[in-house]
C-alpha cells in the first residue's frame, strides 16, 4: 500500500481520459492510455512514493495500474467492474 494518496476527486470529472501534471498541478495535459480510459471516471489516486510513475487508480469501469514502458505509459487492467470511492 502506498502512502501518498491523491484525495478529494468526488464527483470525479468523466469524459477525458487520464490527465497528469508535472508542476505540482499548476498545469495540465491529457495522457494516451491504452486500453481507452476516456469516458470513464477516475475516483481515487494512489502513487507509489519511491516511483511517481506507479500509480493505481479506481475508476467506473474498474482497477487500473499506470507503469512506464518504452513506448509511454501503460494502464493494466487489475479487476474489471470493481471500483471504490477510496483506495
Known sequence: ????????????????????????????????SSPELAGFAFYDLVVDPSNPENVIAATTNGLYQRTMSSTGPLWQVMATKTHRNSL
Request: no cysteine.
Open 1 to 32: 500500500y502506498f502512502r501518498r494518496r491523491l484525495i478529494g476527486a468526488l464527483p470525479a470529472y468523466r469524459g477525458v481520459g487520464p490527465i497528469v501534471s508535472s508542476d505540482g498541478g499548476d498545469s495540465w495535459i491529457s495522457e494516451s
